[in-house]
């Protein structure tokens, strides 16, 4: 593992340019990190609706809203029922069929579905993975799950800091809550692939060396995040 040092947690947060940006770099990373996924995307429930919240670079486009115009399909069932689904070859699956003849067209043959829990149960949320060939994702599952069990904390982030947001219509409102250190943690984690000990013990880090308190540190990064600016990592 590579030295954790307070220039390291600097840059990571000068790359931040926004929660979206954020997220579709995660499912960037999921198709890196997962063998046999070609594409993955974030599907979460907002104001009683699916929708996607960000995808991975070669994402079909349409592959997700099909289903949501349906109300039917993996990240659907997914989403809704909180039951991991998987279908090894859309060739075979007679489950969706309407959304199984689309996929099959843009060449998708396997989807793995997996159910995200935000905190509070505020939203059902799901993290899609596909492959191109048949039985791609077969031998991949344990790793998606461990990935999306990395990613949850990421995602539920990202979906309070908008929630706080949307309601309050100022970002401060998120800032003032005392969940600021660790949602700076969750986008550390999200950024630099470390586990929560190693995202704090950077933070501390750079909150010695900069002489500010650690909760004003946080602010400073999740204020860049979410206004899409990432300041706090140019200033030293």
């Not at 960000?54 to 949501?68: E, F, H, I, N």
């Not at 309050?168 to 550390?188: E, F, K, P």
Request: contains cysteine; charged residues 25%.
């Amino acid at each position: 593992m590579r030295p954790e040092t307070p220039e390291t947690l600097d840059k990571a947060m000068s790359r931040s340019t926004g929660l979206d940006t954020l997220l579709r770099d995660l499912t960037d990373r999921a198709v890196e990190a997962v063998p046999g996924v070609a594409a993955c995307s974030v599907t979460v429930r907002r104001a009683e609706r699916l929708l996607t919240l960000a995808g991975s670079r070669g994402l079909p486009s349409g592959l997700d809203q099909r289903q949501y115009e349906n109300g039917s399909g993996p990240c659907v069932e997914a989403a809704d029922t909180g039951v991991e689904q998987y279908a090894a070859d859309l060739v075979t699956e007679d489950r969706w069929p309407e959304y199984r003849s689309y996929a099959l067209s843009v060449g998708v043959r396997s989807v793995l579905a997996l159910p995200l829990r935000t905190t509070g149960g505020r939203s059902g949320a799901a993290l899609n993975f596909y492959g191109t060939g048949p039985g791609a994702l077969g031998g991949s599952r344990d790793a998606a799950r461990e990935f999306a069990s990395r990613a949850r904390d990421a995602i539920d982030i990202a979906l309070r800091i908008e929630h706080e947001r949307t309601s309050a219509g100022d970002v401060r409102t998120a800032l003032l809550s005392r969940s600021v250190i660790d949602q700076a943690i969750g986008i550390l984690m999200a950024q630099e692939r470390v586990d929560a000990h190693a995202a704090l013990a950077r933070l501390r880090r750079v909150s010695q060396k900069r002489n500010v308190k650690l909760r004003d540190l946080c602010t400073e990064l999740v204020a860049g995040v979410a206004r899409g600016g990432g300041s706090a990592g140019r200033r030293q």
